[in-house]
């Protein structure tokens, strides 16, 4: 397995590997469902009742069409939730859920966006103007799910969600600027480690 993660009561594990995405019932391991093709990122709603997963398909992908979907997941039976999905961009590098369970981000070459999943549309897109690509690079909600960190090229950065502001426009003086591999708020939501 790539990657285990419990939903958020415990009661199910959710698995990826190169050639599937499983969820099981944590208490006694029988496999609930299995969805053939690679799943490199998934992610837990806050109250466990949504799966997402970037499912790339094992077939190559057509002209004019990305082979990456993001789906969600109803966690009991592998099928389709009641939302409407973003549309299919050609790269996605981490998946991510608001703290209140209102918001999916994820974040490509070029940005990162939050999807409403009321609406069914995007909220913000935060554009990452900086030509350097850092592979998997982190980002990062605030606990009141207020404002987002992301690393772009080698400066973190930090946006307001409800201006859509970047906060830290240079900080290539004054804060980390170089080797930065994961990015986690405190609990109160006043320092960020990198």
């Given at each position: 397995a ?5 939903s958020?009561?415990g ?15 944590a208490?006694n ?6 969805i053939d093709?690679?799943?490199p990122?998934?992610?837990w ?6 799966l ?11 002209e004019?069409?990305?082979?990456v979907?993001i ?25 991510q ?10 974040r490509t070459k070029?940005e ?9 549309k995007e ?10 690509w ?6 990062s ?5 207020k404002?987002?960190?992301a690393l772009?090229?080698c400066t973190?950065?930090?946006?307001d969600?409800?201006?859509g ?9 004054r804060?980390?600027?170089?080797g ?5 708020w ?9």
């Amino acid at each position: 397995a790539w990657y285990l993660a419990f939903s958020p009561d415990g009661t199910r594990l959710a698995i990826r590997t190169d050639k599937a995405l499983a969820c099981l019932d944590a208490a006694n391991g029988r496999e609930l469902w299995r969805i053939d093709g690679s799943a490199p990122h998934i992610a837990w709603s806050p109250d466990g009742a949504i799966l997402a997963a970037v499912l790339s398909s094992a077939d190559p992908p057509k002209e004019g069409k990305s082979g990456v979907t993001i789906r969600f997941l109803n966690p009991a039976d592998g099928k389709a939730a009641d939302l409407a999905p973003p549309p299919a961009p050609d790269v996605i590098c981490g998946l991510q859920y608001s703290p209140d369970g209102t918001a999916l981000a994820y974040r490509t070459k070029a940005e990162i966006v939050l999807w409403d999943l009321k609406t069914g549309k995007e909220r913000h897109k935060i554009p990452l103007s900086s030509g350097l690509w850092n592979g998997v690079p982190p980002f990062s909600f605030a606990p009141d799910g207020k404002a987002l960190t992301a690393l772009v090229g080698c400066t973190l950065h930090r946006w307001d969600l409800a201006a859509g502001k970047d906060l830290y426009p240079d900080v290539t003086r004054r804060g980390p600027n170089g080797g930065v591999k994961a990015v986690a708020w405190s609990p109160d939501g006043k320092r960020i480690v990198t």
